[in-house]
């Protein structure tokens, strides 16, 4: 299973980007699939999950109302829209897929991840 993740770049505080992550070597429809990121210095969190089965999507208080996570299953990509982005939203971010997603513990059902990109927001 392989996921590359694009879509990074410098962005002023405000802007918008759009990350994009296409996985190939699963089923793509049939799992779970979360966006996390790691800011400098800081541990990897959790930003915001897709879940296969019920269609529901979950995420992080501090990216709420400002990020949407979508799938295209067509197109095995799952995508994070990323709105009036504030400069504490600084961090490299991966996306995931998992057998399922666990609001608790968003790592833990992850089980594949892609290299992560950049996103770098300035004031």
């Known amino acids: 299973v392989q996921l590359q993740a694009s879509g990074g770049g410098l962005v002023q505080a405000g802007g918008s980007l759009r990350l994009s992550c296409v996985v190939s070597g699963r089923t793509f429809s049939r799992y779970d699939m979360g966006w996390f990121r790691q800011a400098p210095g800081k541990e990897r969190e959790f930003a915001a999950a897709?879940?296969?089965?019920?269609?529901?999507?979950y995420y992080a208080d501090s990216v709420k109302g400002r990020f949407t996570i979508s799938r295209d299953n067509a197109q095995n990509t799952v995508y994070l829209q990323m709105n009036n982005l504030k400069p504490e939203d600084t961090a490299v971010y991966y996306c995931a897929t998992g057998r399922y997603y666990s609001h608790s513990r968003p790592h833990d059902g992850m089980d594949y991840w892609g290299k992560g990109t950049l996103v770098t927001v300035s004031s």
């Open positions: 897709d879940t296969w089965s019920s269609d529901n999507t």
